[in-house]
């Protein structure tokens, strides 16, 4: 019974949200914010086992949990096509390691196979999120996945981070904690530079570089314990404007 109702909840939901904004836009949205959640599953846990705020991260792991379960439900229903229903199924089948590794005891030594599992969720949801946009009606569905990438990096680079103060360290997560900002960057630039940017969009693109040169500056300061409140902190700012600018372009896909 619950289930169908929230089945009858999701499908009223995408029937409102395809009143204001194409229904293909949407999906790219609903399949970016995959992305996001399955780096934010890792930071939030690490950050419970590094005493980071830990009772706002153990919020922050339950609420990535729960919504990433909301968030397949939406895609059972927005996925039409045998290549996207594909893509939702390797996504499903990704998700159930993870899911079960981020309920367990939370320990140190656990970290580096939790995270190996949440790339595994990255990747099938960053095929999921291609696919829709390829398939998407509208043009700014490129717009839209940009800027939702942007929401997962910010809590990449975040739990990269805590990754590394909790002493998990690797070849490819420092050459990660080093491409990323480079990333972000890249894609910042691309949005600013984009012509039909409204004045809304702009202010917030402006607030977003701003925020994320403060970030950067707190990244190259190497050893205080400290850091890690204000990187966690931080983390949470740039991911409410990227959050903020993807639903502006969201909204612009009428």
């Not at 609420?63 to 968030?71: G, P």
């Not at 079960?100 to 095929?127: F, K, N, P, Y």
Request: aromatic share 4%; hydrophobic share 50%; net charge neutral.
């Amino acid at each position: 019974m619950m289930k169908s109702l929230l089945r009858l909840w999701l499908v009223l939901i995408l029937a409102l949200t395809s009143a204001a904004v194409h229904a293909d836009a949407a999906a790219i949205n609903v399949a970016g914010q995959q992305r996001m959640l399955s780096q934010r599953i890792v930071k939030a846990w690490c950050q419970i086992g590094l005493n980071v705020l830990p009772t706002v991260s153990k919020a922050q792991l339950d609420d990535a949990l729960r919504q990433f379960e909301v968030n397949l439900e939406a895609l059972d229903i927005a996925t039409s096509t045998p290549e996207a229903r594909n893509a939702l199924a390797g996504l499903r089948a990704a998700w159930r390691p993870l899911r079960g590794a981020a309920t367990g005891v939370i320990r140190q030594s656990d970290a580096a196979q939790l995270d190996a599992r949440a790339e595994d969720v990255l990747m099938a949801a960053e095929r999921l999120v291609r696919i829709l946009q390829d398939q998407a009606t509208v043009p700014v569905g490129r717009w839209i996945n940009l800027a939702g990438r942007q929401r997962m990096l910010s809590q990449r680079l975040v739990k990269l981070y805590m990754l590394q103060q909790w002493q998990v360290s690797s070849a490819t997560l420092r050459d990660e904690i080093e491409r990323v900002p480079n990333e972000f960057a890249g894609a910042l630039a691309s949005m600013q530079q984009r012509a039909d940017n409204s004045p809304e969009l702009r202010a917030e693109l402006d607030n977003l570089a701003l925020q994320w040169e403060w970030l950067q500056s707190v990244l190259a300061t190497e050893g205080a314990e400290s850091f890690r409140l204000i990187m966690a902190e931080g983390g949470e700012a740039i991911l409410d404007l990227a959050d903020r600018i993807t639903l502006l372009y969201l909204l612009s896909a009428k």
